[in-house]
């Protein structure tokens, strides 16, 4: 018996509290209402970005071999010729010498050949050989003399490949991932980079704006997009912990072409990053601030949506309410929709509880404030053990 008596005091507090929750009409019906008016706001624009810095360089040997020395690690600020890794130079070595031995077998034939090419041009003045014997030696030396320019060519090939054994960065900035250790076989068709040298003293921020948007935003601007583009606001960053970086940010591009899949089209705004606290790679939201007129602001309690339209509820002559189409800002703050048609400045709207409404239905007006001290005083009432009987 005294379980049942529990389970049916449970019964009328949930149904105690349902009813008092915010938005719930009271037993007097009376719902909370505000008088609208015209105003101006100044709102953010959230798009997903992407972080890049401005120089994402990958680092690829020019030849094959072994790693044998790796001078720098993750994360590390590395400067323009300092060296990263050195791989195995042993063969190189050897191409190198071979090389410079094959210039001198080269060279010393021609001094062979031209003694030869003298002592013909002596016989034929003359006349003791012939024209032909006299120009198949010229002939000779030039082609002794072609094989030591290929000699010296394969020599400096030899020379850039020994070179190439010591990897330097070609560029300011902050080492990637190392995914390759003291001892792999690396080379210039490997399908990873040895790693990735970031210039991040400033980044790009690259975020899509819908081709809607761009098409107001250029309307709004006598020079088109390019003037639009020029004459916007500093941008903030949201990171991904939900911070805002410290620091504004500049849109300085715009894609030329708009993505068919998306409609979207892609732009770039420009950070500093001095305490190198953006990476490349990351990712975040950029806020893109904007300036609304002539607008009335609206709990977003007190929309509806139906069908992708949005409605509010008016109370008319008799406390009688009415449901109301509206048309609103694309952009809000999370808590207030921007109502650019629908209401007129004076208006009353119901603001909390409009689930329970219904067209020509009669309601008690009262303030936000008289609705939140009657919810204060039913939940004193429930703690109390004042039940609703």
């Known amino acids: 018996m ?27 019906n009376s719902y909370a209402v505000e ?44 400067h323009r010729g300092q060296t990263l890794f050195t791989m195995d130079s042993e063969q ?16 010393a034939n021609i001094s062979t050949q031209r003694l030869t090419v003298a002592n013909q041009r002596l016989l034929h003045s003359k006349q003791i050989i012939s024209d032909y014997a006299m120009k198949s030696a010229e002939n000779q030396l030039q082609a002794l003399q072609a094989q030591l320019a290929s000699a010296q060519a394969q020599l400096a090939g030899a020379r850039d490949n020994l070179k190439w054994c010591t990897v330097s960065s070609p560029a300011d900035g902050v080492i990637g991932l190392l995914p390759y250790k003291v001892g792999a076989l690396v080379g210039p068709s490997m399908t ?4 990735t040298v970031s210039d ?11 081709e809607k948007q761009l098409l107001a935003m250029a309307r709004t601007s006598n020079g088109g997009v390019k003037a639009a583009i020029k004459n916007m606001p500093a941008v903030r960053l ?24 998306t409609g979207a089209v892609q732009m770039r705004a420009t950070f500093s990053n001095s305490r190198h606290l953006l990476h490349s ?13 002539n607008v009335i602001r609206v709990p977003q309690a007190a929309v509806t949506e139906i069908q992708d339209k949005k409605f509010v509820y008016i109370v008319g002559t008799q406390n009688k309410v009415k449901s109301t189409e509206v048309t609103i800002e694309e952009q809000n703050d999370g808590t207030y929709y921007y109502v650019t048609s629908g209401l007129k400045a004076g208006d009353r709207i119901v603001i909390e509880g409009i689930q329970n409404l219904k067209n020509d239905m009669e309601i008690k007006p009262i303030t ?22």
């Open 35 to 78: 008088t609208v008016n015209t105003s101006s706001a100044d709102l953010n624009t959230t798009y997903p970005a992407t972080i890049k810095g401005i120089q994402d360089i990958e680092i690829r040997p020019r030849i094959s071999g072994n790693i044998t020395q790796i001078y720098v690690a993750e994360g590390q600020t590395v």
């Open 368 to 389: 936000s404030q008289q609705a939140a001290e009657k919810r204060a005083q039913a939940a004193k009432d429930i703690k109390d053990g004042k039940l609703p009987f």
């Open 200 to 210: 991040i003293e400033r980044v790009h921020v690259y975020f899509s704006m819908t």
């Open 192 to 195: 990873e980079a040895f790693t």
């Open 238 to 261: 949201k990171l991904a912990d939900g911070t805002i970086y410290d620091e504004t940010g500049t849109v300085d591009a715009i894609s030329g072409v708009i993505n068919q899949s």
């Open 92 to 107: 190189y070595v050897a191409a190198v010498r071979a090389a410079e031995a094959q210039i001198k077998v080269c060279q």
């Open 281 to 293: 790679g990351g990712t975040g939201n950029i806020l893109l601030p904007t300036i609304v007129s």
């Open 2 to 28: 005294r379980r049942f008596a529990y389970l049916a005091l449970g019964i009328i507090l949930f149904a105690s509290c349902s009813k008092k929750q915010q938005g719930m009409p009271d037993a007097d």
